[in-house]
């Protein structure tokens, strides 16, 4: 079923439950929000009932704008109430407010724009007519459009969040995977819908719309029963400005520095606008707060509690924590509690969430398994640290064998840093200046039945595959080459 129909659906279901005849003429503010609420917050689980009861259900909303005298209301006593309202909700509500209100917005003006297009958004035609000649009704058409502008302006008002095409939301892939090798979807960019909030430090934060909406809703729960206070370090970075570091680090440090300590632009999981990172803040007993947002802070064995305390919620919101302990051989990062990403489906966030070790890119299926321990030998050239560096970078490659499973990896010994190896390497990638070389040694089996795309004789065991890295007198390790 179409998502947008499935919340229309939600929301006049719920409309028609309110108990529309025991309020007065004129709503108050409250009476407002209430019903505003009341239907926004039903969206979701309103779905597992919607049957294509429209016919009715479509009366039952412009009922809804009549009982209320919403285009008796002038415009500035509207919007006047609304704000009052508004106030009033909690973040809470104005969270599920907002993100309720674009759903129900993209629908109904689709089915006030476009006939062809209302007529496409149902499955049943009878019930397409009905829509389309109850949305019709000049009468029904100037109470939406009163009620849709005063809360449009009431959102573009300083400090309101998200105003947002609504559309957007059907624009971008929620589940979108971003990492060290697969870049940012093309177009994103331009449909990506953000709002820019002040945190608690000062600095502004750029967020995707609903993503906002939905850690609104986490930092609350948090806080109003846990006592634990989020805030946002930093979320969206532009590949632009990801650029614009690369290019000052360049330019300052040389391009091999530049490349080691910068993402690649386009390839950070924070340009989505779906990547948040956190960090906290501890209430003091005399009622002032302190900020905890350096990284060695916010690990420090003291706060373990807290973020289990977070971690268990964030499926609730529909978030999923990214950068698990011991998997930066699959998502390319060390353990990081504080970034987490939106998916914007919490059934989904919440099986993801409920199995341990469970990353992004094994659901998505774009991991291979790479579980396989290294044995890394002797080594006099390299202590266990950077051959674990180096492990990691042949870890990550070959998590982008999709459907491949990785029996073993191996250190091939120190044998293999030798001068004709070491001119291998610079003529590969000519004018780096590698000094040392190391090799590793795989077997992997390949898919059952290997993609289109993908040059793997189908289920076979590959032994003996070989990976070569090098590094510069200062760097670390690059990935160079691999094969037979
Ligand atoms: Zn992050």
């Not at 004129?26 to 929000?33: F, K, R, V």
């Not at 285009?71 to 907002?98: H, I, K, P, S, V």
């Not at 302006?153 to 400090?159: H, I, K, V």
């Not at 449909?191 to 502004?204: F, M, Q, R």
Request: charged share 25%.
């Amino acid at each position: 079923m179409n998502k947008s129909l499935a919340r229309i659906l939600a929301l006049v279901l719920i409309l028609s439950m309110l108990p529309f005849s025991a309020l007065a003429d004129t709503p108050s503010a409250q009476e407002l929000a209430e019903g505003y609420i009341a239907v926004l917050s039903g969206l979701e689980w309103g779905t597992a009932g919607a049957t294509l009861k429209t016919a009715a259900a479509a009366g039952e909303v412009c009922a809804f704008a009549e009982r209320y005298g919403l285009y008796d209301l002038d415009a500035d006593a509207l919007q006047a109430n609304l704000r009052a309202a508004y106030d009033d909700m909690g973040e809470d509500g104005q969270a599920a407010f907002w993100a309720g209100f674009d759903a129900v917005r993209a629908l109904i003006d689709d089915c006030l724009e476009d006939d062809e297009a209302n007529h496409s958004l149902f499955e049943d035609a009878g019930a397409a007519e009905t829509m389309n000649s109850v949305m019709c009704d000049p009468l029904n058409r100037l109470a939406w459009e009163n009620l849709r502008d005063c809360t449009l302006s009431m959102r573009n008002d300083e400090g309101m969040p998200g105003a947002a095409d609504p559309a957007a939301a059907e624009k971008i892939d929620y589940l979108a995977l971003v990492n060290k090798l697969h870049p940012l979807p093309k177009g994103w960019e331009d449909a990506l819908e953000t709002v820019t909030i002040t945190n608690s430090l000062g600095d502004e934060v750029e967020v995707e719309t609903r993503a906002y909406a939905a850690y609104l809703l986490l930092k609350t729960d948090l806080e109003e029963n846990d006592g634990i206070y989020l805030e946002l370090d930093s979320a969206r970075r532009s590949v632009a400005a990801q650029q614009d570091i690369m290019d000052r680090f360049t330019q300052k440090y040389g391009a091999d520095y530049a490349a080691k300590t910068v993402a690649t632009p386009g390839y950070s999981e924070h340009h989505t606008g779906l990547a948040l990172d956190l960090y906290f803040r501890i209430k003091n007993d005399d009622g002032t707060f302190t900020d905890v947002y350096y990284n060695e802070d916010m690990t420090r064995p003291e706060y373990e509690g807290l973020w289990a305390t977070v971690h268990a919620k964030l499926a609730d919101y529909g978030f999923i924590l990214r950068y698990l302990p011991d998997k930066e051989y699959i998502t390319g990062y060390g353990y990081e509690p504080w970034h987490i990403r939106y998916i914007d489906n919490a059934d989904m966030a919440k099986e993801i969430m409920a199995q341990p070790g469970m990353t992004l890119e094994k659901w998505l299926g774009a991991a291979a398994d790479a579980g396989a321990t290294v044995d890394y030998g002797t080594s006099e050239l390299y202590t266990p640290e950077e051959l674990k560096e180096a492990a990691v970078q042949v870890k990550c490659r070959f998590a982008s064998f999709a459907g491949c499973e990785l029996h073993t990896l191996r250190y091939a010994g120190d044998d293999c840093n030798t001068e004709e190896n070491l001119a291998w390497m610079n003529q590969l990638d000519e004018g780096k200046g590698y000094v040392q070389v190391a090799e590793f040694i795989s077997d992997f089996h390949s898919p059952i039945q290997p993609g289109d795309d993908e040059a793997w004789e189908a289920d076979k065991e590959y032994t003996n595959w070989q990976w070569w890295l090098a590094r510069t007198a200062d760097g670390g390790w690059q990935l160079l080459t691999w094969g037979y």
